[in-house]
C-alpha cells in the first residue's frame, strides 16, 4: 500500500469512528435520562474526531507524492 493510500486509509477509519460516535449522540439525544456527562464527552470526541479528518485531508498534510 503506497502511503498517501496508507494516509487515506487512516483518514476513512476516522471518518467511520465518528459516524459511531455521531449515532451513539443521536441515540442519547432521544432518551431523556441521559447522563449529560456522557453526552459532553461524546460531542468532545466526535470535534476531535472531526479537527483530525480535517487536517489530514489537508493538501499539505498529504504524504509526500501526495499532493494534487
Do not use: R, W
Request: with cysteine.
Amino acid at each position: 500500500m503506497t502511503a498517501l493510500l496508507h494516509h487515506l486509509q487512516g483518514q476513512q477509519d476516522s471518518a467511520c469512528m465518528l459516524f459511531g460516535v455521531i449515532e451513539a449522540l443521536e441515540f442519547l439525544h432521544q432518551c431523556e435520562d441521559a447522563p449529560h456527562n456522557a453526552i459532553t464527552t461524546l460531542l468532545q470526541i466526535s470535534a476531535s474526531l472531526a479537527n483530525k479528518i480535517y487536517l489530514g485531508l489537508d493538501s499539505v498534510n498529504l504524504p509526500e507524492g501526495g499532493g494534487a
